[in-house]
């Protein structure tokens, strides 16, 4: 089946700096990513549609230069989120969408980001 | 406003009991889709409804879609302590974005 994988699993960082999240599909090609943040104890809300090769389309409130998504490949989504603060702090989940797949969605395992 | 409200928001209950989640919205679907997702990972997908009023099991899971295609319910039979998650229905609009329910979190107690 199709496998989304998300890294890191988890990561710890320090208000003012970046951190990097990878998303890549490693059975099929992803021509569209999407990128979710989830807060405890709530629902998945989106943050933007990543498509290979063009620019990301960022939801209504969602900071674009502050998350910075890059889909360079059909294997490979990032979500960069600078200069991170502690309301950054989340679950951030990515999902794809391909070729060949039926029904929904397949989603990567998800990062935790503390920010402290 | 919620695009799909999810009742109850929270249900805890004994193992071995029924129990029935709601998916409301105003808005008519050419489909839905049920997931379930456990703490620290992301939602796998449990079924996708497509038709109204169909009716899809899943061993002790059952899901129906209502007739106009605005509402779904998923009903656990005789539930255990492996269905605890947070249970979520999803729709997908334009561009193939997956808008998701408010969700409902469900304890089984042993």
């Known amino acids: 089946g199709a496998v989304v994988s998300q890294h890191p699993s988890w990561v710890i960082c320090k208000s003012g700096t970046s951190v990097k999240i990878e998303c890549r599909s490693l059975d099929f090609q992803a021509t569209t990513m999407f990128w979710y943040r989830q807060f405890p104890k709530q629902s998945l809300m989106l943050m933007a549609t990543s498509n290979e090769g063009s620019k990301a389309t960022y939801e209504q409130g969602v900071e674009k230069d502050k998350f910075l998504i890059n889909h360079a490949s059909l294997t490979l989504s990032t979500l960069t989120v600078t200069s991170a603060h502690p309301e950054d702090s989340s679950f951030y989940i990515c999902?794809?969408?391909?070729?060949?797949?039926?029904?929904?969605?397949?989603f990567g395992s998800g990062t935790r980001l503390t920010v402290v | 406003t919620q695009l799909l409200e999810q009742s109850p928001q929270f249900l805890s209950i004994q193992e071995g009991e029924n129990l029935t989640v709601y998916c409301n919205s105003s808005?008519?679907?050419?489909?839905l889709q049920w997931y379930r997702q456990e703490p620290g990972e992301g939602p796998v997908l449990l079924v996708t409804?497509?038709?109204?009023?169909e009716v899809k099991k899943l061993k002790r899971l059952t899901f129906q879609f209502g007739d106009a295609r605005k509402d779904s319910s998923l009903h656990i039979t005789a539930a255990q302590p492996g269905d605890t998650g947070l249970y979520l229905c999803?729709?997908?609009?334009?561009?193939?974005?997956?808008?998701f329910g408010t969700g409902t979190k469900l304890q089984v107690i042993p």
């Open positions: 999803a729709v997908s609009g334009g561009y193939q974005k997956v808008t």
């Open positions: 409804v497509v038709t109204g009023g």
């Open positions: 999902s794809a969408a391909g070729t060949g797949l039926r029904g929904g969605y397949t």
């Open positions: 808005s008519v679907f050419s489909s």
